[in-house]
């Protein structure tokens, strides 16, 4: 059974600063990983995903996450924190075969001033 | 531009009065999901369509019920609402079950159970 962790349910960072949302898995078989954001109020939007292939993956609005096996982590990432970046983000895992799908607790990103 | 739409964002209920979720999709997608969110916590799925082919997650209450009457359509239906069934409902769509497909989410309707 697939199962996620996200380090810190509350991160808060300068504008400008660099984001880091952590994110480990458990999985028995190859996982798919993914990341969504979640603005108030609103539904999820996927941000990027890992299934196959290319480790480091690039997603929408600046944001990058890198699938590293041996630490069963998928962690994300983006450079220069902005405003509009404040959102909940939630990762998830599932097997190979799309089923199994799992959300993490998800991470509130708080971007101040 | 295609969606997935649901209505109302915002429904207020009495306990044990029935109360029906809707949401639409014009993207023409095979699974339409529901998922339970409860304040600062996971999307929890409690259900999914492939087509016309219904299946409930293990641990979903048998209040809740779900009908798709066509591809476009699919609606949560909750049978007996009890206050620890406050939450957002949020309806999502994938073309194919294997989740290499984008799941598309709709806003969300926010429950309230007086």
């Known amino acids: 059974a697939q199962s996620v962790t996200q380090l810190g349910s509350h991160v808060s960072v300068s504008e400008g600063a660099l984001v880091l949302l952590r994110c480990n898995y458990s999985?028995?078989?190859?996982?798919?990983l993914f990341w969504y954001v979640q603005y108030p109020n609103q539904g999820l939007q996927l941000l990027l995903k890992?299934?196959?292939?290319?480790?480091l993956v690039k997603g929408i609005n600046g944001f990058e996450a890198e699938f590293k096996k041996s630490e069963t982590s998928f962690h994300l990432t983006k450079p220069s924190a902005h405003m509009s970046d404040a959102a909940e983000y939630f990762c998830?895992?599932?097997?190979?075969?799309?089923?199994?799908?799992?959300f993490g607790p998800g991470t509130r990103l708080s971007v101040l001033p | 531009d295609a969606m997935v739409i649901q209505n109302p964002r915002y429904q207020v209920t009495q306990f044990g009065k029935p109360v029906t979720l809707s949401c639409s999709q014009t993207?023409?997608?095979?699974?339409m999901y529901w998922y339970q969110q409860k304040s600062s916590q996971a999307p929890k799925l409690l259900f999914h369509?492939?087509?016309?082919?219904?299946?409930n997650e293990a641990d979903t209450p048998d209040n809740f019920q779900s009908r798709r009457p066509n591809t476009s359509f699919c609606f949560l239906d909750i049978r007996s609402p009890g206050l620890g069934d406050a939450a957002m409902y949020l309806c999502?769509?994938?073309?194919?079950?294997?989740?290499?497909?984008?799941?598309?989410f709709g806003p969300g309707t926010r429950l309230l159970v007086l």
């Open positions: 999502a769509t994938s073309r194919d079950l294997n989740l290499r497909e984008t799941q598309y």
């Open positions: 999985s028995s078989v190859p996982p798919y």
């Open positions: 890992y299934t196959t292939g290319a480790t």
């Open positions: 998830a895992v599932s097997d190979n075969y799309g089923q199994n799908f799992v």
């Open positions: 993207l023409n997608h095979n699974v």
């Open positions: 369509y492939y087509d016309k082919d219904f299946n």
